[in-house]
């Protein structure tokens, strides 16, 4: 939008500029001086970013419109994490892995002399198999854990996780549980998660996607000790911005409704694009949505001048 000669005008939740890159993606994988190179040329073309603005908080859909806004663009993503609803959850030391990383990469908590409190286990069960599993248990590493577990319900072959982060997570020490499901949390005597147990699990027939379902093995649950556990299951899109504008469709996943081609939504003014509309999708997949969005909110703006 700013290459076509419009003021462009980012609101941010957070203190800082740069959402999953700057926060779910560790240094190892993403140095933030990167993403900071992205955004300093973005400066430049003139973008004006607004940090703790949390749109349907501090500023609603009407005060936009009343600050002469032509074209939303909605890019909240998913960041609520899912639980799996078990026993124990709420121990201390059992955490979201959205929290995890967010404390250790945007807060500091793995920085020397930085303040902010985050758990260091020594013992780490990290519950999930996708990429952001992987960025979790590699993180717990460098956090100092002396032993940490990826725990899965399906086998190896079934992780969504791209097979280098899989490769890189062995090569730093990461055990795989596969085939095991975490059914219980226990605490001592203070509310700390001192171990979980384990539901050890066969694979089924597939299921509607394609995937074969896990099966549990009747009887056959283990304790495996450990003091922090990262879940890491699934993320669902944000619900702030939807709830809070009246008008705006939504799918029964929670996702915004968007048309296919230009991406806008069921009120005129707003497009949307990323994990607000795809669920839990990539980086770059939310890139071209952005891309998209732009030419047909361009497009719209300039045909009613």
Request: include cysteine; charged fraction near 25%.
């Amino acid at each position: 939008m700013a290459r076509q000669g419009f003021e462009v005008h980012v609101y941010e939740a957070l203190h800082e500029i740069g959402g999953v890159l700057k926060y779910g993606i560790p240094e190892f994988r993403l140095p933030n001086e990167v993403v900071d190179v992205e955004i300093r040329a973005l400066q430049q073309m003139g973008v004006k970013f607004n940090t703790d603005s949390v749109i349907g908080k501090t500023l609603g859909y009407d005060d936009l419109v009343a600050a002469g806004f032509k074209g939303v663009f909605v890019a909240s993503g998913a960041g609520l994490p899912r639980f799996m609803g078990i026993p124990g959850e709420n121990f201390i030391g059992v955490m979201s892995s959205n929290e995890y990383l967010t404390r250790v990469n945007l807060m500091g908590a793995g920085k020397a002399g930085w303040a902010t409190p985050v758990i260091r286990g020594r013992n780490v069960a990290v519950i999930g198999g996708g990429n952001t599993a992987m960025d979790s248990c590699r993180t717990a590493r460098r956090m100092g854990a002396e032993k940490v577990y990826i725990v899965y319900r399906r086998s190896e072959a079934e992780m969504p996780a791209r097979l280098e982060e899989v490769r890189h997570a062995k090569e730093e020490g990461v055990t795989f549980l596969t085939l095991h499901n975490p059914v219980e949390y226990l605490a001592d005597e203070n509310g700390r998660v001192r171990a979980m147990r384990l539901q050890r699990m066969i694979l089924g027939e597939p299921d509607a996607s394609g995937r074969r379902s896990p099966v549990p093995v009747e009887g056959d649950i283990a304790e495996l000790p450990v003091d922090q556990v990262i879940v890491s299951v699934g993320v669902s899109p944000n619900p702030l911005i939807p709830d809070s504008i009246d008008g705006l469709e939504v799918t029964r996943r929670g996702t915004l409704a968007v048309d296919d081609n230009t991406l806008r939504t069921s009120l005129p003014l707003i497009y949307a694009g990323g994990d607000i509309v795809r669920g839990g999708a990539t980086v770059i997949l939310a890139m071209g949505d952005g891309r998209k969005a732009a030419s047909a909110m361009a497009e719209a703006i300039l045909s009613e001048n």
